[in-house]
């Protein structure tokens, strides 16, 4: 839990983190944005971010009905990490300066570079399931409150 939010003042941010940021992260940040709305802040970005998001990727949170053929992979800076209350990596080895306070997780999942939409499928709900767990922990009483 972030001790440093207090409700109702302030609303968490998260920033995804991966290589690419083509696949894993992207998808990540599109079902962080698409479930949880305007309550978190949401961001991503790559130490080396490709020219275009993974089409596979895209083929996959299409048939979840969340459209990121527009979306760009992004330079990780350290600004980004400073203003996000928590950074997730996404298993790709990647580093990110640590600064106190900050909630730092790495999910360990498959890269989808290079595999078809079949390959795709299972780690886009992986993602899935891990961004419903964080915004149970992030905006517990707004998850509840949208649950009824």
Not at 68 to 75: D, G, L, M, Y
Not at 91 to 110: A, H, M, N, S, V
Request: glycine share 6%.
């Amino acid at each position: 839990m972030l001790a440093e939010l207090t409700p109702g003042t302030q609303k968490p941010s998260v920033l995804f983190v991966c290589v690419h940021n083509a696949g894993r992260s992207q998808m990540a940040a599109a079902y962080l944005q698409h479930l949880a709305g305007d309550r978190i802040e949401v961001r991503s970005a790559g130490s080396q971010p490709a020219d275009t998001v993974n089409p596979a990727a895209v083929h996959a949170m299409a048939e979840e009905g969340i459209d990121i053929s527009a979306h760009r992979p992004k330079v990780l800076s350290t600004q980004a990490v400073k203003d996000s209350d928590v950074v997730i990596t996404m298993g790709c080895g990647d580093t990110c300066p640590i600064f106190p306070g900050k909630r730092y997780e790495d999910w360990q999942l498959e890269d989808p570079a290079g595999q078809g939409v079949d390959a795709v499928r299972p780690i886009r709900d992986e993602i899935r399931a891990r961004i419903e767990l964080l915004i149970s922990e992030l905006a517990p009483a707004q998850t509840a409150a949208s649950a009824s």
